[in-house]
């Protein structure tokens, strides 16, 4: 139930803040005035989410909303549509987070407010589409527009994660290349020119040949390092 912040004065004129808890604004006024307060402000106050990571994948959402999109345009009930769903899903906690809207769903309350007790897994965007669409009785042409939008949304997804795995293996075979080089060749090098005079930028490669080879945590400290900002 929300909570709301009021500042208030007394009958006798003494200044009193506090919170209540109401269903709305307007019954959390009525509930002030009826205990002679007067009121100065009153606002909701804010509840921060705390989000867990899902696990449900994106894909199994998308198929939950196909199929429920057909079931409900072939005039099967909301929550008939539900079971069917959680019988036919191969996902564990799917079917367990069904299940529990069903029950939420025959103690009376709405189907966005069921999606509302689980926003890791449906976007705002999500629950405010289907709100829409209690209020119109469009629940299945509805559910088809999230899918596809939903499908597009995950293919195009999927194309830049295929898109970004080559640079990125090209990346890593050239640092090990690389490495390789400054390790086991340049040092070669190094013994050849002696105490020759060379261009800085050449004994500057030298100098970090030496440091690595004599340091080998820098190495596992680079490749270690290097995925994580690359994630």
Partial sequence: MPVFIYDAVEPNGKALSGEVKSENLHKAKLYL???KLEIVSLKQK???RKFVKSKIKEIEVLFFTRQLSFLLGAGV???QSIEICRETTNSVHLKSILLKMIKQLQAGKSFSQCLKQRPDI???FYINMIS???KTGSFDEVLKDLANYMEKSY???SKIKSAMIYPVVVFFIGMLLVTGLI???VPRFSIMYGDKSLPILTQSLFSLSDIMRNNPLILVGIFLVLPILIY
């Fill in 155 to 157: 293919k195009t997804k």
């Fill in 77 to 79: 009930s909301l929550i």
């Fill in 33 to 35: 005035k009826s205990k």
């Fill in 132 to 134: 829409c669409a209690e």
């Fill in 46 to 48: 804010l509840v921060q």
């Fill in 122 to 124: 449906f976007s705002d």
């Fill in 183 to 185: 390790v086991f060749i």
